[in-house]
Every structure is written in structure tokens, then in C-alpha cells.
């Protein structure tokens, strides 16, 4: 039986390769205890996306993706030009990734991002024409943009799915205190010439420990790369397939299940799962975790220390 539903996921780094009609809370607290945090922001989880509505320049709302595997971000092409964004058309390149088209880009700065009152200032980005707009169709909301790496690097951050809120710490160790005592703390590592996070010994498959990267902008469970899938015995039908979309348009993956699969000590059963065809082989990852699996937890990511935290029993601030 053909299974054909559209998923996004979205892994590349840039350098190298409807409004939603949400009010978002805005969460700011000037306690001076131990325990303060820093800033908040609400997102809207969408389909296993975080979306967050933005100011840029002095217009808005926009809506931007947040996304761990992407650097530095990104901003539609023509939505940089109204804003009278730079944008540098003499260093134009092809955004590399998956898929089976070819969509340009361009280096730009986003300028004043604001985001719920909170001012984050310049970022680096580069403004790309097409792919944005085919994602915008795919899941049903107009996105204007991508936070990747150059708004996330040297913040510590929470991602809390429970109560759609991204917390921002002024200490890695106010971050940690606001995680139970059974939080699973792990250092984190990056591919060379790479920045989306890879856990080690942090995922199980049928007990099997696999390397996987973690990416907020895939709204997956887990990914397992094709020439892996044999070492954790997986049955594949390959008559079950699901459209994806990357960074070079729509493409296939195949559809499977894993009957047991372990984060730390959480245990899930039967949960779904892709099998993927990627270009390179030696990377040290073997597949990818998304917002799909990563919504069970609180998830911390420390880019000051390089570590992440997930905690499974997470009740609430």
C-alpha cells in the first residue's frame, strides 16, 4: 500500500550548500533569585514545526521557523528586497541539500529582529528564492523566514513543547536548575564544517546505540540513513514511502517502524520512522531525530558549553 503524506525537513548549512493567527504571550521576568529567567517567548507548534512570529526592520508580523540545522538563516529573497534588506547579488550560490530542484541565495543581514518585544538585532542570513515558498505550500503557512545557527550560537536555551515557550538563560547553571533531577545531560559534538548537534549513546534502536543529529526543523521522530537501517534489522516495505521536502525541493524517503526505541530511559514502542538515501556516507551521524520525538521532552541546548539536556519529566516552570 502506497502511504504518501508530505513531511518538512529541512538539514543544510546555507554557507555551504498566512500570518498565523496565534496571539503569543510574552513572558519577561526581572527576578533577581538564582532562578531567574532570563526572557521568554511563545511559539506556535505547527504540524511538529516551532513557528515564531517576528518583527524585521520596522515591519511585521513575520512568520520564521526555528531550525538547529541550518546556518547561518535565512529570508525569502523577496521579502528581504521590501524590507530594503542588503543583499549581496554579486556572491549569489545554489543552496546545496536534498531534493530535485535548484533554488538561489544571495548573503544579507537581517536587520532590528524583534521577536515578541525582545530585540535580538542583526543576524547573518542569506535570502533565498523558491524554497521557501514551496515549504510555505507544503504546510499550509506562509513562512517569511529561518532562525538557524547565527540567531541560536552562544545562547542557552528551553525548548518547552508542553506550553509552546523557548526560554533564554543568562547561566547554564539557572538553565539547569529548572530541570528535574532525572534530566539526561549530555555533551553535544558537530560534524567538521558543520552545527547541528550529534548525540552519542543518547538513542537506541532495539538497544543498538545510534549516532543521530539532533534537528528542530525536521518534524520527524527519527531518520535512520539507508546503509544503516540492516545493522537494527528493520523491515522495509518499499512500497511505503512519504514526500519530504529539503533544501532543493521534494523527495522520497521510505516509511518504517521501530518497535523499541530509547532515549536515555524513556522507552517508546512502535514508533515511526524514515530510511534515507544521503549523498555522504562517512559522517559520523547515522540518522536524524526531529520535533516529533524531541515534543516527549524539555529540551535544553547549551551552545555556551556544548551540551543538551533532556528531561522526560518535565511538569512546568
Known amino acids: 500500500m502506497l502511504r504518501n503524506k508530505h513531511i518538512w525537513i529541512f538539514m543544510l548549512n546555507f554557507t555551504n550548500r498566512i500570518l498565523l493567527p496565534v496571539l503569543f504571550a510574552l513572558i519577561v521576568s526581572f527576578c533577581t533569585s538564582s532562578n531567574k529567567i532570563e526572557k521568554s517567548i511563545g511559539f506556535t507548534l505547527h504540524k511538529d514545526l516551532i513557528l515564531l512570529e517576528v518583527f524585521m526592520g520596522d515591519s511585521g508580523p513575520f512568520t520564521m521557523l526555528l531550525d538547529t540545522g541550518v546556518n547561518p538563516s535565512g529570508i525569502r529573497m523577496d521579502v528581504a528586497d ?3 534588506f542588503e543583499i549581496d547579488m554579486n556572491n549569489q550560490s545554489t543552496i546545496s541539500g536534498r531534493g530535485e530542484n535548484s533554488y538561489r541565495m544571495a548573503p544579507t543581514k537581517i536587520e532590528n529582529l524583534t521577536i515578541q518585544g525582545i530585540e535580538f ?17 507544503r504546510i499550509g503557512v506562509e513562512i517569511q523566514g529561518i532562525l538557524g545557527y547565527s ?21 547554564s547553571d539557572v538553565m539547569r536548575s529548572k530541570f528535574s533531577d532525572a534530566v539526561l545531560e549530555v555533551d553535544f559534538e558537530t560534524e567538521t564544517n558543520d552545527i547541528m548537534p550529534i548525540l552519542e549513546n543518547v538513542v537506541f534502536i532495539k538497544d543498538q546505540p545510534i549516532t543521530v543529529s539532533m534537528d528542530t526543523g525536521s518534524n520527524l521522530a527519527i531518520e535512520v540513513f539507508s546503509h544503516y537501517a540492516s545493522n537494527y534489522n528493520l523491515k522495509i516495505d518499499s512500497t511505503k ?14 516509511s518504517t517502524q521501530i518497535e523499541n526505541l530509547k532515549v536515555g530511559e524513556l522507552e517508546l514502542k512502535y514508533i515511526e520512522a524514515e ?21 516527549n521532552f524539555l529540551v535544553g541546548i547549551d551552545y555556551k558549553s ?11 516552570f
Open 82 to 84: 521590501e524590507l530594503g
Open 121 to 137: 538585532g542583526e543576524i547573518e542570513a542569506v535570502a533565498s528564492e523558491g524554497i521557501l515558498e514551496l515549504l510555505s505550500k
Open 151 to 171: 540567531f541560536l550560537n552562544g545562547k542557552t536555551l528551553s525548548i518547552n513543547f508542553v506550553d509552546e515557550e523557548i526560554h533564554f538563560f543568562d547561566s
Open 241 to 254: 514511502t512519504i514526500t519530504a521536502t529539503g533544501a532543493q525541493g521534494d523527495f522520497e524517503l521510505l
Open 275 to 295: 530510511i534515507s538515501e544521503v549523498e555522504n556516507k562517512n559522517q559520523r551521524r547515522m540518522g536524524n531525530i526531529g520535533n516529533k520525538l524531541l515534543k
Open 306 to 316: 556544548g551540551k543538551i539536556y533532556l528531561d522526560a519529566n518535565f511538569r512546568g
